[in-house]
């Protein structure tokens, strides 16, 4: 399958986060996309996309404040 | 902002799943991505981008095995 070819498919070649947001936005966070390591990327990555601009900011997996985003996301699940 | 505005934004302006694939696939995960409930969709969503095909499948937020695959992503990262 040629680069363009597993480009097309979404997979990344490399990894996309160069800097990760300290500040904690999670009120900001419209959706959150987990990136586990992998042959392209050894770090596991974290995107978050901002409710009004849409705009893309990397998350550090480590952060606590990160964690309780995504854990308060998985929990908000169970409240029907 | 118009509507095809808020659309090209990356805004759903509805749920994006209809059904949740009930076999743990975790080892075919590629990617996640959360969905907290919003003003358009009262349900958590939870999309995994599969490794091979590139497909998008919808898992179910409460489903312990996708508990797993969450946690599992997020405690990896601090293996280095």
Redesign the interface.
């Known amino acids: 399958i040629s680069l363009r070819g597993l480009k097309s498919?979404?997979?990344e070649l490399h990894c996309r986060c160069i800097q990760t947001e300290s500040k904690p936005i999670g009120r900001h966070?419209?959706?959150?996309?987990?990136?586990?390591?992998?042959s392209h990327c050894e770090?596991?990555e974290i995107i978050a996309?901002l409710k009004k601009?849409?705009k893309e900011v990397c998350l550090d997996?480590?952060a606590p404040w990160v964690?309780k985003v995504?854990q308060?996301?998985?929990s908000?699940?169970?409240r029907r």
């Not at 966070?29 to 992998?38: C, R």
């Open positions: 498919l979404g997979v966070i419209e959706k959150v996309e987990l990136i586990p390591a992998n770090e596991t996309t601009t849409g997996p480590e964690k995504i308060r996301i998985m908000s699940s169970s």
